[in-house]
Structure formats: C-alpha cells, structure tokens
C-alpha cells in the first residue's frame, strides 16, 4: 500500500513539475494560443467532434474483432462503454485501472471472459494500432515532406512491437506473462486477421487525423486536406508517448509535447498549441459522452429483452 501511494504521489508530482515547465518554456506561444482557444470557431469544433466521435467508434470494432479471434462475443454497446471506462480511468493514476476497467465492465454485462482473454486482447488492441499508426505517419512524412520526426526511436519501437505480434511470440508471451490470472490457451491469430486489423486501423487514424485538422482550422490554421494522413500520425505518435509514459496518467502533457513539436510542420506555434490543448479536452469530452451512450444503448437493448414476449 506504501508503495502505491508513494507511485501516485511520484506521478502526480511529475505531472505538475511537467506542466509548469511547459507553461514557462511555452509561454509567449500561449499568449497567442489563448485567445485563440477561446474565440475558437464552433462549426469546425463540431466536425472535429464528430470525426473524434466516428474514429473512437472505429476503434471500438477493431477491439470486438480482436476478441471475436479470441472466441470471446461481446455486442457492440458493451464493447463501446469498456473501452471508454478504460480510456477514461487513464487518468486516475496509479496505472492499473485502464486494463481493470475493461475487466469489470465485461463482467458487470455479464461477459464471462477470463481475465488472460480480455488483458490479452487490450495488448493486441495496443500493438496493432501503434503499428498502424507509426506506418500512417510514415506515409505522412512522404506527404509533407521535411519533417523533424524521431525516426530511430520510432523504428526500434515498431521493430520489438512487431517481433512481439507475431502469432507464435504473442502466444508464449501471453501464457507467461499472464499465467497469475489464471492460466489460458489462448487461439493463434492468423496472419489475414492481423493484417485485416492494421489497414482497419490505419483508417481509423486518418479520421483522427481529419478531426486533428478542424481542430487545427477552429484555431485558425490553414493547413489542407493533404495534411490529414501526417496528422493521424502525429495523433498515433501521441498516443504511443502517452503509453510508454507511464509515469503520467493519460500521458498528459507528455502527449501534447510530442504532438505540438511535430504540428509545426504544417502549423505555426499558436495555432499548434492552441489545437493540441483542444485536442486534449476534446478527447476526454467524447470519451465521457460515448461512455453514456454505450451504457443508455445498453439499457434500452436489455429493457427490449425483458419485455420481448417468451414463445415456448
């Protein structure tokens, strides 16, 4: 218990260190992002929302895919508050709700998956789409052109992340590494099913890369469609900070860091700041919002049940 409260209060102490260093390197930018922040145009915040909406959506099917490969049927509505319930428990810190939080929302529905299945299927979920995402960006750097990007790490990243997929690995890494939750065989994937979940999500990061650049444009950035794929990217690149920064719950403020210093490319600073802290807020709005969705589709669909008439 000791050492827990001491990881919390270790990370809670980072993040404020790391948000006051970034409010004093920032700002003279901030004074340009602010008022632009707040005078944000609404038509284009709203079509950011609803492209963020249709990429968590996405997202959402990749993950059912996954575990419909692992044998494991959960309907779309339970799926959709699990996985939001987990983005949002990023931020209690501590680290070990994100996966906890899928566990029990699948047995509150009545999903009787065991704990090896679901904690597997997080991690495939986790690898093929940083995968994916990586190779988005890449095809953005094509597009763009001159870009200060972090290749090596990137690379060696994708490098191990890849190794660690492949059917036969995942399976003797998973058996190991999850054998205190009880120990499961879990089913080799094969090759067209993890192939299908890259180009899935690949598309899943251009959306988000199409509601990174409305985010961009409510700020008064001008930059155009041909930006889109480097800005799914630039999101997949954040997300994958955010993971491997454990130490910040949800990768706050590590994930804007990393995002604003690749923005620059096609946006100048306080259009860049400004549409990375909106992004920020954005993302915890839609997570909540689809989260209440999810569990009011729920209810309907089980209060249809209740009432549907018995035929013998």
Same mark, same amino acid.
């Given at each position: 218990?000791?050492?827990?409260?001491?990881?919390?209060?270790?990370?809670?102490?980072?993040?404020?260190?790391?948000?006051?260093?970034?409010?004093?390197?920032?700002?003279?930018?901030?004074?340009? =992002?602010?008022?632009?922040?707040?005078?944000?145009?609404?038509?284009?915040?709203?079509?950011?929302? @609803?492209?963020?909406?249709?990429?968590?959506?996405? #997202?959402?099917?990749?993950?059912?895919?996954?575990?419909?490969?692992?044998? @494991?049927?959960?309907?779309?509505?339970?799926?959709?508050?699990?996985?939001? =319930?987990?983005?949002?428990?990023?931020?209690?810190?501590?680290?070990?709700?994100?996966?906890?939080?899928?566990?029990?929302?699948?047995?509150?529905?009545?999903?009787?998956?065991?704990?090896?299945?679901?904690?597997?299927?997080?991690?495939?979920?986790?690898?093929?789409?940083?995968?994916?995402? *990586?190779?988005?960006?890449?095809? $953005?750097?094509?597009?763009? $052109?001159?870009?200060?990007?972090?290749?090596?790490?990137?690379?060696?990243?994708?490098? /191990?992340?890849?190794?660690?997929?492949?059917?036969?690995? #995942?399976?003797?890494?998973?058996?190991?590494?999850?054998?205190?939750?009880?120990?499961?065989?879990?089913?080799?994937?094969?090759?067209?099913?993890?192939?299908?979940?890259?180009?899935?999500?690949?598309?899943?990061?251009?959306?988000?890369?199409?509601?990174?650049?409305?985010?961009?444009?409510?700020?008064?950035?001008?930059?155009?469609?041909?930006?889109? /794929?480097?800005?799914?990217? @630039?999101?997949?690149?954040?997300?994958? @900070?955010?993971?491997?920064?454990?130490?910040?719950?949800?990768?706050?403020?590590?994930?804007?860091?990393?995002?604003?210093?690749? *923005?620059?490319?096609?946006?100048?600073?306080? /259009?860049?700041?400004?549409?990375?802290?909106?992004?920020?807020?954005?993302?915890?709005?839609?997570?909540?919002?689809?989260?209440?969705?999810?569990?009011?589709?729920?209810?309907?669909?089980?209060?249809?049940?209740?009432?549907?008439?018995?035929?013998?």
């Amino acid at each position: 218990m000791n050492r827990r409260r001491a990881w919390i209060a270790a990370q809670l102490l980072f993040v404020v260190a790391l948000l006051f260093f970034l409010g004093f390197a920032l700002r003279d930018t901030w004074a340009d =992002a602010g008022p632009r922040i707040r005078d944000a145009d609404v038509g284009d915040l709203l079509i950011a929302t @609803v492209l963020l909406g249709a990429y968590y959506c996405l #997202f959402v099917v990749g993950w059912q895919w996954i575990l419909r490969a692992l044998d @494991v049927r959960v309907s779309y509505e339970v799926a959709l508050q699990a996985e939001m =319930a987990s983005l949002l428990a990023k931020y209690v810190p501590g680290g070990i709700w994100t996966p906890a939080a899928r566990v029990v929302w699948l047995r509150k529905a009545g999903i009787d998956a065991a704990t090896p299945l679901v904690l597997s299927s997080i991690l495939l979920e986790a690898g093929l789409s940083a995968v994916s995402g *990586v190779l988005v960006f890449a095809a $953005g750097l094509v597009i763009v $052109g001159d870009v200060n990007a972090p290749l090596l790490p990137l690379t060696l990243f994708t490098g /191990v992340v890849v190794f660690a997929l492949h059917p036969r690995v #995942f399976r003797w890494l998973a058996t190991r590494v999850f054998r205190p939750f009880g120990g499961v065989e879990l089913p080799e994937l094969p090759y067209r099913v993890l192939l299908g979940l890259l180009a899935f999500y690949a598309v899943s990061w251009v959306v988000g890369g199409a509601a990174f650049l409305f985010l961009l444009r409510a700020v008064g950035g001008d930059a155009g469609a041909e930006s889109i /794929v480097f800005l799914g990217g @630039v999101a997949a690149v954040g997300a994958i @900070v955010a993971v491997l920064s454990i130490i910040a719950p949800s990768g706050l403020g590590v994930r804007e860091a990393s995002m604003y210093g690749l *923005v620059l490319a096609v946006a100048p600073s306080g /259009v860049a700041l400004g549409a990375v802290v909106l992004n920020r807020i954005l993302i915890t709005v839609v997570e909540g919002l689809l989260l209440l969705v999810g569990a009011l589709l729920w209810r309907r669909r089980r209060a249809a049940l209740r009432s549907a008439p018995v035929t013998p």
